[in-house]
């Protein structure tokens, strides 16, 4: 039987920011998202905005616009995967993207703008559970959920809000736009 562990974010300068605020009461959602971005991209660099703007990721957004079952857009995308020998985190949030907007038929919107809500809920993962119940912190578990989905609801408007292009060049500017726009609070 296997255990789950909290893999923590690095100790360093880029995420010192980050870690002062997640999960305070008197610091709005909205900065801690952009702290978490911030950090994210800064320890990060180039990785992130390649590994979000995977040409995999591109593909998978065209994937959500027609599979009919989530069942058969994740075997479709895990094969193009194991056909690529691609593999990675943000491949297998794209997975899980992949299938919620499948689900709810929000087509390829709905698959780009679930893939950067599943990346801040990972990000805030790594670290929030270390700071529930902490003073002037998130009070309990509920809590600490209700800020996890506050931040993907911020991560899911601020994807709405630019416009997606599916090829492998527009949707890296896309992505790198996104990116751009949650590390300034939407202010680019």
């Not at 994937?63 to 989530?70: D, G, V």
């Not at 002037?136 to 809000?161: F, P, Y």
């Amino acid at each position: 039987m296997g255990t789950s562990s909290n893999q923590r974010s690095p100790r360093t300068p880029n995420w010192r920011l980050a870690h002062a605020v997640i999960g305070r009461a008197d610091v709005s959602a909205s900065s801690q998202s952009q702290e978490l971005w911030r950090a994210a991209s800064g320890d990060q660099g180039d990785a992130l905005l390649g590994g979000l703007g995977s040409p995999l990721l591109a593909s998978a957004c065209e994937t959500a616009a027609k599979a009919q079952s989530p069942s058969q857009a994740v075997a479709s995308f895990e094969n193009t995967l194991i056909n690529e020998g691609a593999a990675g985190i943000f491949l297998d949030l794209g997975a899980r993207a992949l299938a919620r907007s499948v689900a709810t038929k929000s087509g390829e919107n709905g698959f780009a703008s679930e893939l950067f809500a599943e990346a801040v809920a990972y990000y805030a993962s790594r670290d929030l559970p270390s700071y529930v119940a902490a003073p002037g912190r998130v009070k309990n578990t509920s809590d600490s959920i209700v800020l996890k989905e506050q931040l993907k609801s911020i991560a899911r408007e601020t994807a709405m809000k630019v416009p997606l292009k599916t090829d492998p060049k527009g949707w890296r500017d896309y992505v790198s736009k996104v990116l751009q726009n949650l590390q300034s609070g939407g202010k680019r």
